[in-house]
């Protein structure tokens, strides 16, 4: 169940966020006071849903901790994901500045804190920093480049080569360092990483099970560790460059 509370005491880490993401660090700290003034802090338990596709847009997102899978459900059951946020992520702004309804589902992958503010105090900021616009140009044409990678990568590479590189991407953006190697730090079902390459909960169960005993990955109750992450990453390299 969804908690919301007062800024209060996260006011400091809140403040934080906002100077590190790429769109609003590029405001002046009078805007995200002024964002902050508006802000609640909400608190999500591991796989709740924060908002489904379809429902409207009122407010976006800027994880304070914790992650949030955006995913869609397509003809026939399949999940599609389309991103995995983590701390300093800000998500859920193009429903609030186009009006749109929600284009993906939000289901938090551990329980995590959301600062939570009005799309309207998205869009004034917005309209008082060019900077600010343009850096959200720059993090949509990421997001229009990842998509069109995960395009190619379906028609190019073979699974293996996909679901390597998934695991190393997540890894590099939301792994730690552990004694063995680099620890995802939430859990995904074969279904996710399936939403993520497009292959069978099958095919990715069976390759899993293969880097297991190869000693390429560690698998145990609620986490995957990469112990031979650059072993990964050379199978990735190979099979792009054939």
Known sequence: MLKVEPLASRAPIALARLREHRVLGAAPDSELQTLLQRAQVVRV?????????????????????????????????????????????????????????????????????????????????????????????????????????????????????????????????????????LQIEFSLSQRELGGMTGLSRETINKQLAHWRDSGWIELGPGHLCLLAAEALRTLVEEASAA
């Open 45 to 181: 338990p591991e796989r709740e849903t924060l908002f489904r596709r379809g429902d409207s847009g009122r407010a976006f997102a800027v994880i304070l901790t914790g992650f949030v899978k955006l995913s869609s459900v397509e003809a026939g059951g399949r999940e599609v994901v389309l991103e995995i946020c983590g701390p300093g992520s800000l998500f859920g702004e193009l429903a609030c500045l186009n009006g749109w309804p929600r284009a993906a589902d939000a289901v938090a992958l551990a329980d995590s804190e959301l600062l939570s503010v009005p799309g309207e105090a998205l869009r004034n900021a917005l309209l008082r920093s060019p900077e600010a616009m343009f850096a959200l140009v720059g993090v949509l044409s990421r997001r229009l480049r990842h998509a069109t990678e995960q395009l190619r990568d379906a028609a190019s590479l073979p699974g293996p080569a996909r679901l390597a590189k998934a695991l190393v991407q997540l890894a590099a953006a939301h792994g730690k360092s552990s004694g063995s190697g």
